[in-house]
Nanobody, 124 residues
Framework: QVHLVESGGGLVQAGDSLRLSCAASGHTFSDYRLAWFRQAPGKEREFVAGIGWIGTKRYSSDSVLRRFNISRDNAKNTVDLQMNSLKSEDTAVYYC?????????????????WGQGTQVTVSS
């Protein structure tokens, strides 16, 4: 069992930056690939970025790649998402998730554990 708790969401202006953090507890942190997903009102949950144990990263799009950075601290059992140049379309609830797959999946169904989510609102 892995327990995930997100923090760092809030209301910001377009162009601002925000850093989300996810603290994990429970099972061995290194056994899991970690990812951030987001869900906007009326839309499906979508993959944003993921990271493996040794730091391999995957992003959902070039736009996210240019503006966001995912990182993990294996000593502290945390995974962060630094978001820069935020846009109104980034508004969503952001979720931290953990997968025991051997690769960084973009499919939410392949993530076993989820945090409760943190709201990010970007006003234009």
């Amino acid at each position: 069992q892995v327990h995930l708790v997100e923090s760092g969401g809030g209301l910001v202006q377009a162009g601002d930056s925000l850093r989300l953090s996810c603290a994990a507890s429970g099972h061995t942190f290194s056994d899991y690939r970690l990812a951030w997903f987001r869900q906007a009102p009326g839309k499906e949950r979508e993959f944003v970025a993921g990271i493996g144990w040794i730091g391999t990263k995957r992003y959902s799009s070039d736009s996210v790649l240019r503006r966001f950075n995912i990182s993990r601290d294996n000593a502290k059992n945390t995974v962060d998402l630094q978001m820069n140049s935020l846009k109104s379309e980034d508004t969503a609830v952001y979720y931290c998730a953990a997968s025991d797959r051997a690769y960084i999946s973009t499919r939410s169904a392949e993530y076993k554990y989820w945090g409760q989510g943190t709201q990010v609102t970007v006003s234009s």
